[in-house]
Nanobody
Framework: QVQLVESGGGLVQPGGSLRLSCAAS????????MGWYRQAPGKQRELVAA???????NYADSVQGRFTISRDNAKNTVYLQMNSLKPEDTAVYYC?????????WGQGTQVTVSS
């Protein structure tokens, strides 16, 4: 069964940085548009960054200029570099294809931005 496993979250102070990783168990993901999503307490899950198989990217307005999505197809891995983190970035972060597929939701990785 194909799976997506997120890692790299943690507790960071405002202004800090984190790098998230999403490892896919199958090479099929190389052909898919991939995205990073997040869900904060009491809020709906939202797409924050996406990348096509060819490397074209787009971002939510709230993270534009601070987050960078990338992928290494040889490693079946998608990354999210998060800089200048703010308390409002606190959420569980997930990766999935774009548009989402229910079967690919993983456990996510918690990101907490707090002093």
């Amino acid at each position: 069964q194909v799976q997506l496993v997120e890692s790299g979250g943690g507790l960071v102070q405002p202004g800090g940085s984190l790098r998230l990783s999403c490892a896919a168990s199958g090479s099929i993901f190389r052909i898919y548009r991939m995205g990073w999503y997040r869900q904060a307490p009491g809020k709906q899950r939202e797409l924050v960054a996406a990348i096509t198989s060819g490397g074209n990217t787009n971002y939510a307005d709230s993270v534009q200029g601070r987050f960078t999505i990338s992928r290494d197809n040889a490693k079946n891995t998608v990354y999210l570099q998060m800089n200048s983190l703010k308390p409002e970035d606190t959420a569980v972060y997930y990766c999935n294809v774009v548009p989402t597929a229910t079967i690919y939701w993983g456990q996510g990785t918690q990101v907490t931005v707090s002093s």
